[in-house]
């Protein structure tokens, strides 16, 4: 009779565990080299729900042109129809903020949910800018993610050329510079990623 009593109790525990842990569901799309962003994110969140007796829990569901036969631009038809059935599938989306204009009629105003201490952490950085759209907080940035492009300065000079700052002044400058470096028999020069033509 104890026996019977344990079990039930023990069966009660864990259903209302299982029934009752609140999952919460991401997606991406993220190139191998950002994975670990994601997984490191949720493994945490995860951990500290664990830790703290917080019945969450997070799983992201992750694209990558590796496990995919879609790339970026279905990925983004593929939320774009999500967004626009109205799906509830997924509690946290994931995409690059230079969609937030293809997205921003598909979300919801920010501020209407997270209060306004939490919207002024973003609000002077990069995010008023990339996370806005016409005014309304359409997402928060998860990771800053830039390139960084160097001048050789020497050589500018050498050649009479200033810093570009567009992309054509770009390919000007260094397709001018690499072909003038080899015409004086420096044949170790790279152009940016070795695109321009060295002839």
Same mark, same amino acid.
């Given at each position: 009779m104890n026996y019977l009593i344990f079990n039930l109790i023990f069966l009660l525990a864990l259903i209302k565990k299982i029934c009752f842990a609140i999952q919460l569901n991401g997606i991406v799309f993220a190139y191998i080299e950002e994975l670990q962003y994601y997984t490191i994110f949720a493994n945490k969140f995860n951990e500290y729900t664990r830790n703290n007796n917080i019945d969450i829990n997070l799983h992201?569901?992750?694209?990558?042109?590796?496990?995919?036969?879609?790339?970026?631009?279905?990925?983004?038809?593929?939320?774009?129809?999500?967004?626009?059935?109205?799906?509830? /599938?997924?509690?946290?989306?994931?995409?690059?903020?230079? =969609? $937030?204009?293809? !997205? @921003? #009629?598909?979300?919801?105003?920010?501020? %209407?949910?997270?209060?306004e201490e939490h919207i002024s952490m973003y609000s002077?950085?990069?995010?008023?800018?990339?996370?806005?759209?016409?005014? /309304?907080?359409?997402?928060?940035?998860?990771?800053?993610? =830039? $390139?960084?492009? !160097? @001048? #050789?300065?020497?050589?500018?000079?050498? %050649?009479?050329?200033?810093?570009?700052?567009?992309?054509?002044?770009?390919i000007e400058t260094g397709s001018y510079i690499l072909k003038n470096e080899i015409k004086n028999g420096n044949y170790d020069l790279i152009g940016y990623n070795g695109l321009f033509p060295g002839k």
């Open positions: 992201i569901e992750l694209y990558t042109p590796n496990n995919s036969t879609s790339y970026v631009n279905d990925y983004g038809s593929t939320l774009e129809a999500l967004l626009n059935k109205g799906s509830t /599938k997924y509690d946290l989306i994931f995409y690059d903020t230079m =969609y $937030s204009p293809r !997205y @921003s #009629n598909l979300l919801e105003d920010l501020r %209407y949910w997270l209060p002077s950085g990069i995010a008023s800018q990339s996370c806005t759209y016409k005014g /309304k907080w359409v997402g928060l940035p998860f990771y800053v993610s =830039y $390139s960084i492009l !160097y @001048s #050789n300065s020497k050589l500018l000079n050498k %050649y009479g050329k200033e810093i570009p700052e567009t992309w054509d002044e770009l």
